[in-house]
């Protein structure tokens, strides 16, 4: 069992920067793939960053060039990292990782969510 656990997200305003954090405890065999998605009020979840393990790391044009996804393996930490925040960018944001257990099964966790507020 794996859990995930995110910091809180927080009220910045409009061209403001915050980070995010995604903290995984429990037994990993490994971390195939780790994202983050969003979810606003009245709209579907959505990616905003999703990356492969020793792959490619994709980010819809809503928010590229302005978030950045990374990994602590040390830390078994995953962040997001996301500068000029718009309006538009308020959300709930959940982090999201595919690990391999020690069992050898593909299962994916994901976090408690981080109210992300923009004001403008």
Same mark, same amino acid.
Not at 14 to 41: E, H, V
Not at 57 to 83: C, E, H, W
């Given at each position: ?7 809180? #997200?927080?009220?910045? &305003? *409009?061209? +403001?920067?915050? =980070?995010? $954090?995604? /903290?995984? @405890? ?8 780790? #994202?983050?998605?969003? &979810? *606003?009020p +009245?709209?579907? =979840?959505? $990616?905003? /960053?999703? @990356? ?18 990374? =990994? ?26 595919v ?22």
């Amino acid at each position: 069992q794996v859990q995930l656990v995110e910091s809180e #997200g927080g009220l910045v &305003q *409009a061209g +403001g920067s915050l =980070r995010l $954090s995604c /903290a995984a @405890s429990g037994t990993i065999f490994s971390l195939n793939a780790m #994202g983050w998605y969003r &979810q *606003a009020p +009245g709209k579907q =979840r959505e $990616s905003v /960053a999703f @990356s492969i393990v020793g792959g490619t790391t994709t980010y819809p044009d809503s928010v590229k060039g302005r978030f950045t996804i990374s =990994r602590d393996n040390a830390k078994n930490t995953v962040y997001l990292q996301m500068n000029s925040l718009k309006p538009e960018d308020t959300a709930v944001y959940y982090c999201m990782v595919v690990v391999t257990t020690s069992s050898r099964s593909t299962v994916s966790y994901w976090g408690q969510g981080a109210q992300v507020t923009v004001s403008s």
